[in-house]
């Protein structure tokens, strides 16, 4: 079992850089592949991006691929999400998920998950 906690999260402009964090405070990450999603104000929580446990696959949503990148240090626990050019359509809470072993795109696959961390990209 593990706990995650999300940091990193903020207001910046359209265009900018931002690297979210999701750490386990509880258990160890090392045996799970790690995902993000993220759920913007009235829609549906949607795919990010995942990595599988040993750090060889790495998959991302449409709208993310070439500007997102996900990143695990499973010596630091941690797992990231660095975030490019970022848009106002980017605006969301990001939430961090593990599920034990197999990478998943399917929200419903995944059995635990952090508290989110707002991101707001202002025009």
């Known amino acids: 079992q593990v706990q995650l906690v999300e940091s990193g999260g903020g207001l910046v402009q359209a265009g900018a850089s931002l690297n979210i964090s999701c750490t386990a405070s509880a258990g160890t990450i090392t045996n799970y592949a790690m995902a993000w999603f993220r759920q913007a104000p009235g829609k549906e929580r949607e795919f990010v991006a995942v990595?599988?446990?040993?750090?060889?696959?790495?998959f991302y949503g449409d709208s993310m691929s070439g500007r997102f990148t996900i990143s695990r240090d499973n010596a630091k626990n941690a797992v990231y999400l660095q975030m490019n050019s970022l848009q106002p359509g980017d605006t969301a809470v990001y939430y961090c998920a593990a599920r034990r072993l197999i990478a998943s795109l399917r929200e419903s696959a995944y059995d635990y998950w952090g508290q989110g961390t707002l991101v707001t990209v202002s025009e």
């Open positions: 990595i599988s446990q040993n750090i060889d696959t790495t």
